[in-house]
Protein backbone atom coordinates (compact mmCIF):
# COMPACT_ATOMS: atom_id res chain seq x y z
CA UNK A 1 0.00 0.00 0.00
CA UNK A 2 1.17 3.72 -0.89
CA UNK A 3 1.75 6.20 1.72
CA UNK A 4 1.21 9.59 1.24
CA UNK A 5 3.05 12.13 3.22
CA UNK A 6 2.40 15.68 3.44
CA UNK A 7 3.79 18.64 4.78
CA UNK A 8 3.72 22.43 4.41
CA UNK A 9 0.85 23.37 6.46
CA UNK A 10 0.40 26.19 9.37
CA UNK A 11 -0.66 29.61 10.28
CA UNK A 12 -0.43 32.36 8.16
CA UNK A 13 -2.01 35.99 7.51
CA UNK A 14 -3.91 36.81 4.23
CA UNK A 15 -2.51 37.84 1.77
CA UNK A 16 0.50 35.34 2.44
CA UNK A 17 1.91 32.25 1.22
CA UNK A 18 2.33 28.59 2.09
CA UNK A 19 3.79 25.58 -0.07
CA UNK A 20 2.42 22.20 0.61
CA UNK A 21 4.35 18.93 -0.46
CA UNK A 22 2.81 15.27 -0.52
CA UNK A 23 5.38 12.51 -1.25
CA UNK A 24 4.43 9.00 -1.50
CA UNK A 25 6.59 6.91 0.90
CA UNK A 26 7.44 2.97 0.67
CA UNK A 27 6.21 2.65 -2.77
CA UNK A 28 7.37 2.57 -6.09
CA UNK A 29 4.53 3.19 -7.76
CA UNK A 30 4.08 6.03 -10.25
CA UNK A 31 0.60 8.13 -10.19
CA UNK A 32 -0.73 9.14 -13.13
CA UNK A 33 -3.17 12.06 -11.28
CA UNK A 34 -2.15 13.68 -8.18
CA UNK A 35 -4.36 16.22 -6.64
CA UNK A 36 -4.85 18.12 -3.53
CA UNK A 37 -8.53 18.28 -2.00
CA UNK A 38 -9.15 20.80 1.33
CA UNK A 39 -11.99 20.17 3.94
CA UNK A 40 -13.71 23.28 6.52
CA UNK A 41 -15.73 21.70 9.23
CA UNK A 42 -19.13 21.81 8.64
CA UNK A 43 -18.30 22.07 4.85
CA UNK A 44 -18.06 19.50 1.87
CA UNK A 45 -14.76 18.03 0.87
CA UNK A 46 -13.96 19.71 -2.41
CA UNK A 47 -11.08 19.50 -5.03
CA UNK A 48 -8.79 22.16 -5.08
CA UNK A 49 -6.19 21.37 -7.96
CA UNK A 50 -5.18 18.19 -9.52
CA UNK A 51 -2.62 17.44 -12.06
CA UNK A 52 -1.70 14.60 -14.05
CA UNK A 53 1.65 12.75 -15.54
CA UNK A 54 1.55 14.71 -18.85
CA UNK A 55 0.98 18.21 -16.61
CA UNK A 56 -2.24 19.05 -17.53
CA UNK A 57 -3.86 20.73 -14.70
CA UNK A 58 -7.49 21.78 -13.04
CA UNK A 59 -8.03 24.06 -10.46
CA UNK A 60 -11.51 24.90 -8.25
CA UNK A 61 -12.48 28.02 -9.65
CA UNK A 62 -12.20 29.86 -6.42
CA UNK A 63 -7.97 28.95 -6.39
CA UNK A 64 -7.41 29.95 -10.40
CA UNK A 65 -4.76 32.53 -10.39
CA UNK A 66 -3.91 31.94 -6.91
CA UNK A 67 -2.69 28.59 -6.06
CA UNK A 68 -0.21 26.06 -8.15
CA UNK A 69 0.04 22.41 -8.44
CA UNK A 70 3.19 21.15 -9.67
CA UNK A 71 4.92 17.07 -9.93
CA UNK A 72 7.99 15.70 -9.21
CA UNK A 73 7.12 12.57 -11.09
CA UNK A 74 11.16 11.57 -10.23
CA UNK A 75 9.97 11.58 -6.48
CA UNK A 76 6.10 10.88 -6.94
CA UNK A 77 5.59 14.20 -4.94
CA UNK A 78 3.57 16.50 -5.60
CA UNK A 79 3.16 20.44 -4.49
CA UNK A 80 0.82 22.96 -3.84
CA UNK A 81 1.61 26.72 -3.98
CA UNK A 82 -0.90 28.50 -2.24
CA UNK A 83 -0.49 32.59 -2.85
CA UNK A 84 -2.98 35.42 -1.85
CA UNK A 85 -4.33 33.44 0.88
CA UNK A 86 -7.71 34.28 2.13
CA UNK A 87 -9.37 33.65 5.65
CA UNK A 88 -11.73 30.87 3.29
CA UNK A 89 -9.16 29.24 2.18
CA UNK A 90 -8.69 27.85 5.63
CA UNK A 91 -9.21 24.10 5.84
CA UNK A 92 -7.17 20.67 5.85
CA UNK A 93 -5.98 19.94 3.03
CA UNK A 94 -5.66 16.34 1.95
CA UNK A 95 -3.24 14.94 -0.60
CA UNK A 96 -4.60 12.32 -3.33
CA UNK A 97 -3.11 10.21 -5.73
CA UNK A 98 -4.10 7.11 -7.77
CA UNK A 99 -1.64 5.16 -10.47
CA UNK A 100 -5.03 4.25 -12.90
CA UNK A 101 -8.45 4.71 -14.02
CA UNK A 102 -8.65 1.59 -12.08
CA UNK A 103 -6.79 1.89 -9.29
CA UNK A 104 -8.16 3.03 -5.67
CA UNK A 105 -7.67 6.57 -4.53
CA UNK A 106 -4.53 7.04 -1.97
CA UNK A 107 -5.20 9.65 0.79
CA UNK A 108 -2.70 12.09 2.94
CA UNK A 109 -3.58 12.38 6.52
CA UNK A 110 -4.65 15.66 6.05
CA UNK A 111 -2.49 19.23 6.83
CA UNK A 112 -4.25 21.85 8.84
CA UNK A 113 -3.94 25.44 6.97
CA UNK A 114 -5.41 28.56 8.91
CA UNK A 115 -5.47 31.56 7.22
CA UNK A 116 -5.94 34.98 9.80
CA UNK A 117 -7.68 37.56 8.52
Known amino acids: QVQLVESGGGLVQAGGSLRLSCAASKSSFSFNTMGWYRQAPGKQRELVAV???????NYADSVKGRFTISRDNAKNTVFLQMNSLKPEDTAVYYC???????????WGQGTQVTVSS
Open 51 to 57: IVSGGST
Open 96 to 106: NAKRSLFDVNY
